[in-house]
């Protein structure tokens, strides 16, 4: 059988494709009256987590390295970037 598509599904960006079959092959074949119905596949977004490490520090000491782990990325995808907080020097816990 061939198999066609407007787009790779693995590469494909965001967005629909079509997609069809013809010329099935195989024994027995002319028994069967074989119907191709073509189809649509929708491909759509992933949604990857950052999540910001805990970290914790001492009063008057230098803020730590702001570290994060990602999820949910694909294939040779990556992010990068960095985090911040606000400034301030008040013992506490803030989440």
Sequence with gaps: MTLTSDGAVETADVGGYEHSASAAAGTGLSNYAITYNDGHIDR??????????????????????????????????????????????????TQ
């Excluded at 990857?48 to 914790?56: F, H, L, N, V």
């Design 44 to 93: 759509r977004r992933k949604s990857p987590g950052i999540t910001a490490d805990a970290q914790s520090k001492t009063y008057g000491s230098t803020d730590p390295s702001l570290t994060y782990v990602t999820s949910g990325l694909l294939f040779s995808d990556t992010l990068t970037g960095g985090l911040s907080r606000s400034a301030g020097e008040n013992v506490g816990v």
